[in-house]
């Protein structure tokens, strides 16, 4: 089997290094975004098995990637797991765990994240 290819698409270049480096010593091929636009080229010059995309960005955020995805024919089964530093809510931001369920994302980890549940999360949409 050819390794799987994901995309991490966040703009905290510590953290796109440190999932890399965890789906690549799992044996995954990893593409790296630093903003929702992107992302959103990245997927369009090679469609990954999986999309890691964080919610808070510049340009565009995961909401609106991950909506554009799912409700694209083309994209509408890339499975997304939607990660975010968003506890209940952050006041004063649209962002909120009830706004994450909201979008088609097929899973939903927050952050800081937990290399493990990350990795359980991404075994169980890829196969």
Do not use: F
Not at 19 to 33: D, N, P, Q, T
Not at 49 to 68: F, S, T
Not at 77 to 89: C, Q, S
Request: charged share 30%; with cysteine.
């Amino acid at each position: 089997m050819s390794k799987p290819y994901i995309l991490v698409v966040d703009d905290d270049p510590d953290l796109v290094e440190t999932v890399a480096m965890m789906l690549e010593s799992k044996g995954c091929e990893v593409g790296k975004a630093y903003d929702g636009i992107e992302g959103e080229e990245s997927i369009k010059q090679r469609r990954p098995d999986l999309v890691i995309l964080d919610i808070m960005m510049p340009r565009k955020d995961g909401y609106v990637l991950c909506n554009e995805l799912k409700s694209n024919e083309e994209t509408k089964d890339i499975p997304v797991i939607l990660l975010t530093a968003v506890g209940e809510a952050v006041p004063s931001t649209r962002y909120s765990h009830a706004d994450g369920m909201a979008t088609e994302a097929d899973d939903y980890i927050p952050k800081p994240i937990d290399s493990e549940s990350l990795w359980e999360a991404v075994k169980n949409l890829l196969s």
